[in-house]
């Protein structure tokens, strides 16, 4: 089983900023990409942020300029900095990681896609 365990969401001021971090563990071989969506109810969910294990980040477009993603490969940990939020960024938003839960996945590129619970984030006007 693969977890991935959200934390740092809150309620913030427009303006202000906030970070988000996942963390995932369980049984898994490869970590092979992390990111961040998140969701409106009664909306799509929307990509945010990726970053691959290599390093490499990708931004939505409501991202761009104003978050930025970071990755521990060490801890499998991903964070979202978030900062001149606005109440449209208002959204449950959700860590997901593409792993290879064995050795054998990894090598035929078989990858499968977690999702976290979701962690609130609020923006005041």
């Known amino acids: 089983q693969v977890q991935l365990l959200e934390s740092g969401g809150g309620l913030v001021q427009a303006g202000g900023s906030l970070r988000v971090s996942c963390a995932a563990s369980g049984n898994f071989f490869n970590i092979d990409t992390m990111g961040w969506h998140r969701q409106v109810l009664g909306k799509q969910r929307e990509f945010v942020a990726g970053?691959?294990?290599?390093?490499?980040?990708n931004y939505g477009e409501s991202a761009k300029g104003r978050f930025a993603i970071s990755g521990d490969n060490t801890k499998n940990i991903v964070n979202l900095q978030m900062s001149d939020l606005t109440p449209e960024d208002t959204a449950t938003y959700y860590c997901?990681?593409?792993?290879?839960?064995?050795?054998?996945?990894?090598?035929?590129?078989?990858?499968?896609?977690?999702w976290g619970q979701g962690t609130q984030v609020t923006v005041s006007s």
């Open positions: 970053i691959s294990r290599g390093g490499n980040t």
């Open positions: 997901s990681a593409v792993l290879s839960e064995t050795a054998s996945q990894y090598t035929s590129g078989r990858t499968t896609r977690y």
